[in-house]
């Protein structure tokens, strides 16, 4: 029985993997009452977490430094017994067949510490089957009897941007692999996570978590699809998604200039590795968004002129999307590399970025200086209050695409560019009516 009530000695879980999903859950579970141990295998990692560099969104720094204050949050450098495990370590994909061996690693860690009765959760996303094959695989590898303990899935389901919130309020699903297994691990996620939770097993619980965001891949590709189509008829898609939006049972997504992050374009995989053959409508959904960069540039090349091989493009925004400073997977990367290879110069400029695959401009100013066309691929808030007269006087040529609608395009028109938008109409469509 998981309990931090004070008649009793408070629960001691151990976190393993202290990214963007370990550190938080490690906080709050201190927050809540239990003595965390929370272990990294990068040294560096664990040093700046010592030293207070707690990087990401504000909120996860915030409930950090709060945890560790308390003394009930130890960033520790060997791991010890403890009550339950959790492993939020990463599984990286290599040509679309996941890795798994990060949490075969971390089982192997946590094996020899293991005592009857102790939990052990994964959170990390998993292709169907990961529970059994790899964690009660590395047990037993280890000389563990898996029987002995509570196993069990909780998939973490947090958007970035809003952890901390989403960590407090989402439902979670927990699969266990033997009966009482999930109910366990309920107890201890339920005193943080007070959203619904619902217990079901493992394999379904490693499912739900894939099929979540294989649907906005899905969803996602609809909108990109229309966003094509609605430009060779002349019709904003934009407004006809959001008309379509207003049917009680119609929920399309947004088109855009690619599906970016760690996630959404990677979970799919997870799928339609599972059975190639029964998995066409995923894999379709897959490749249309893949091809959104390309059809972005083509649009470029259409309208910038590759001139003496000076030609200049300015891309807005290298994280996947706006406001997080991520950019595992963003659609910029694709873009600059199919612009690069069609022979334009290229400039990436993003204040709020934390690291990129090539160096990103310092400045505004230095990025859009003699620059033939602006993308902005990210739409950061902060691109909102960007003067558009200012960049015009340093630009060569006044060309601003968008691959959403998310700056005052009026402005920019006025400010002399010519603008044109992903899934937009070449001419601006008459204003929306609501009656
Ligand atoms: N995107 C679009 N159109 C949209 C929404 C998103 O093109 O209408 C693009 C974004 O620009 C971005 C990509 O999709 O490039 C992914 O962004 P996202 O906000 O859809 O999702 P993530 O990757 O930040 O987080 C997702 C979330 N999953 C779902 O919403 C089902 C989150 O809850 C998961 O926890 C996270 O994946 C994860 O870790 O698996």
């Not at 599984?91 to 510490?113: C, F, I, K, N």
């Not at 089957?129 to 590395?138: F, I, L, P, S, Y």
């Not at 490693?206 to 909108?223: C, G, Q, S, W």
């Not at 992050?261 to 053959?277: M, Q, T, Y």
């Amino acid at each position: 029985m998981i309990s931090t009530s004070e008649s009793e000695t408070p629960v001691k879980v151990t976190v393993l993997g202290l990214g963007y999903i370990g550190l938080p859950t490690a906080a709050m579970l201190a927050e809540a009452g239990c003595r965390v141990d929370g272990y990294d295998v990068d040294e560096r990692r664990r040093a700046a977490l010592r030293a207070g560099d707690f990087g990401g969104e504000a909120e996860v720094a915030s409930v950090a430094v709060d945890a560790v204050l308390s003394g009930r949050l130890r960033i520790v450098d060997e791991l010890a017994p403890s009550d339950a495990f959790i492993l939020c370590v990463p599984t990286p994909t290599h040509d679309h067949r996941p890795d798994l061996s990060y949490v075969e690693t971390a089982t192997r860690a946590v094996a020899p510490l293991l005592r009857r009765g102790n939990l052990i959760v994964l959170e990390s996303t998993v292709p169907p089957g990961t529970v059994e094959r790899v964690v009660v695989g590395a047990i037993r590898g280890a000389g563990g009897d898996p029987d002995s303990y509570r196993i069990a899935h909780c998939p973490e389901r947090v958007i970035p941007g809003a952890i901390v919130h989403e960590l407090h309020t989402n439902a979670r699903v927990i699969g266990g692999r033997r009966p009482g297994d999930a109910e366990h691990a309920r107890d201890l996620y339920a005193l943080f996570a007070h959203g619904d939770i619902y217990v079901t097993d493992c394999v379904t619980a490693e499912l739900v978590k894939v099929v979540e965001n294989t649907y906005r891949d899905v969803n996602i590709a609809f909108a990109n699809e229309l966003a094509l189509l609605c430009e060779e008829l002349d019709v904003d898609a934009w407004e006809t998604i959001r008309l379509a939006n207003q049917h009680p049972r119609v929920s399309i997504l947004s088109p855009g200039p690619g599906v970016g992050g760690h996630c959404i374009p990677v979970d799919p995989h997870f799928l339609s590795n599972a059975n190639p053959f029964v998995t066409e409508l995923i894999q379709t959904a897959r490749r249309v968004n893949e091809r959104m960069p390309a059809a972005i540039v083509r649009r470029i090349a259409m309208h910038v002129p590759l001139g003496d091989g000076s030609a200049t493009v300015t891309l807005l925004g290298a994280a996947y999307k706006p406001n997080v400073d991520d950019t595992r997977e963003s659609p910029t990367e694709r873009i600059e590399e199919l612009l690069r290879e069609r022979g334009y110069r290229t400039r990436v400029y993003d204040p709020i970025a934390r690291s990129f695959s090539r160096p990103l401009c310092a400045s505004l100013e230095e990025a859009v200086l003699d620059s033939d066309a602006l993308v902005l691929v990210t739409e950061h808030d902060v691109f909102r209050s960007i003067d558009p007269a200012a960049v015009r006087a340093q630009m060569r040529n006044p060309l601003l695409f968008c691959g959403r609608p998310a700056l005052d395009l009026d402005a920019w028109r006025s400010a002399g560019f010519a603008v044109s938008v992903l899934g937009a109409r070449s001419t601006p469509s008459p204003a929306l009516s609501v009656s």
